[in-house]
C-alpha cells in the first residue's frame, strides 16, 4: 500500500497539481454565488406560496449546500489526480459521508421549524397541538435525525449497528440499565404530552414542587419555582404524581373568617351580613354563582363570620386587588354600623358576677 502511494506521487505531474489545484479554488470560490443564485431562483417560485414552510426549508440548506460545493470540489480535485484504487475507495466513502452529514445537518436545522410545519396543519385539518407538544416533537425528529445520519455514516463505512452494540459486552449492559431509566421518563413525557395536563407556562402544584413550567424534554420537565429556582422533575416521577393545575381555573377562590366583638348585638351582625352579601353582588369582580357569607360560630374570643366567593379574574396580582379592595368595603360596613373586631384576650368572671358584668369591666379595661 505504501509503495503504491508513493508510486502515484512520483507519477503526478506539476500540470495536474495545477489543474486539481484549479478545480478545488473554481469550487470553493464560486460556491457561495452559486449557491445564493441557486437559491434565488427557487426563493423565485417559493415566494408565490401561502406558507413559509418552504422559506424555511431554502434557509436550513443554505450552508449545507455551500459546504457540500466545496467539498465536492476537493472531490473532484482529488479524483483527477487519479488516486490508487484502495485511496480512491476511502476518497469516495469520506465523499459520500460528508452528502450525508450536510443533508443531516440539512434536516436537523429545520427540526426548529417544527411550529412553524404543525401551525399550517392545524388550520387546514383543524388539529389542536398544545405548546408542550411542539417542543417534545422537535427534539424527538432531531433524534431520529441524528441518529440516521449516524446508522447511514457506520453503513458507509461498512459498520453494523447491531454488531456495534453487541459487541460492546459489559457496556452494553450498562447502557441497557440506564436506557431503562431512559425509556420509563421518555413513556412519561409521551403521557404528559397525550393527555396534557399542563402546557409551557402553566402554573402547577405537585408533591414535589409548585412553580411554572418552563420546559419539557425526554428525561424531564422544567419548572421554575415562585423562589425563582429551576427544578427538573424526571417525567416518570411527574406522570404518576397527582397534579393541580392553577392555570386553568375558570374563577378564583377567595375566602376567609372574621371574628366581631362578644359585645356586638345580634341586629348589628345581621345589617352587616346584609350590607356585605349586598356589596359582593355589585361588585364586578365578583362571580356571582357562589357568594356565602354566613354567620359562623360562637366562640369565647368572638363571632366568626364566613367568607367565600370566587373572583372572576384568575391572574394573582389582580385577585390580590379585589382581595384588598373587599376588605377594606368589609371594614367600611362594620365601621358604619359600629361594630368591633374581635381583639385576642381573656374575660374573667368573679363568683357570683354576671356576664354583662364581666363583659362591660372588661370594656373598661
Not at 506521487?9 to 457561495?32: E, P, Y
Request: glycine letters at 6%.
Amino acid at each position: 500500500m505504501t509503495q503504491e502511494i508513493m508510486n502515484w506521487v512520483t507519477s503526478l505531474t506539476w500540470k495536474d497539481g495545477l489543474i486539481s489545484l484549479g478545480i478545488c479554488i473554481v469550487f470553493v470560490v464560486l460556491g457561495r454565488p452559486f449557491t445564493t443564485f441557486l437559491l434565488k431562483i427557487v426563493t423565485h417560485f417559493t415566494q408565490k406560496t401561502r406558507t413559509k414552510i418552504d422559506d424555511h426549508f431554502i434557509e436550513s440548506f443554505h450552508k449545507p449546500i455551500y459546504y457540500l460545493i466545496g467539498l465536492s470540489g476537493l472531490y473532484f480535485a482529488l479524483n483527477y489526480l487519479g488516486l490508487p484504487p484502495k485511496l480512491d475507495q476511502v476518497l469516495l466513502k469520506l465523499y459520500r459521508t460528508s452528502i450525508i452529514l450536510c443533508i443531516g445537518a440539512g434536516l436537523f436545522k429545520l427540526c426548529n421549524s417544527t411550529e412553524l410545519f404543525f401551525g399550517h396543519f392545524n388550520k387546514r385539518l383543524n388539529l389542536q397541538f398544545d405548546r408542550i407538544v411542539i417542543p417534545f416533537l422537535t427534539r424527538i425528529l432531531k433524534f431520529i435525525v441524528i441518529a440516521l445520519m449516524v446508522t447511514m455514516a457506520l453503513a458507509e463505512w461498512g459498520y453494523s449497528i447491531n454488531g456495534f452494540v453487541a459487541g460492546l459486552g459489559l457496556a452494553g449492559l450498562a447502557i441497557s440499565l440506564a436506557a431503562k431509566d431512559t425509556a420509563s421518563n421518555f413513556i412519561g413525557g409521551f403521557i404528559i404530552i397525550t393527555e396534557t395536563p399542563f402546557s409551557i407556562g402553566d402554573w402547577i402544584m405537585t408533591p414535589s414542587v409548585e412553580g411554572v413550567v418552563e420546559d419539557i424534554s425526554f428525561r424531564s420537565t422544567k419548572i421554575r419555582t415562585f423562589a425563582d429556582a429551576l427544578v427538573a422533575i424526571p417525567n416518570s416521577t411527574l406522570a404518576n404524581e397527582a397534579i393541580t393545575n392553577w392555570t386553568k381555573m375558570n374563577k378564583r377562590q377567595l375566602t376567609f373568617e372574621i371574628e366581631l366583638d362578644l359585645r356586638t348585638p345580634r341586629d348589628r351582625i345581621e345589617a352587616c351580613l346584609k350590607d356585605i352579601r349586598e356589596m359582593l353582588h355589585n361588585n364586578e369582580a365578583i362571580d356571582k354563582d357562589a357568594i356565602f357569607v354566613h354567620f359562623k360560630d360562637m366562640k369565647t374570643t368572638g363571632y366568626t363570620l364566613y367568607f367565600y366567593f370566587f373572583t372572576k379574574t384568575t391572574v394573582w396580582e389582580e385577585w390580590l386587588t379585589i382581595r384588598e379592595s373587599v376588605n377594606l368595603e368589609v371594614l367600611k360596613i362594620l365601621e358604619a354600623h359600629h361594630v368591633e373586631l374581635s381583639i385576642p384576650g381573656r374575660t374573667v368572671f368573679y363568683q357570683n358576677d354576671h356576664p354583662s358584668d364581666a363583659l362591660e369591666r372588661s370594656r373598661d379595661s
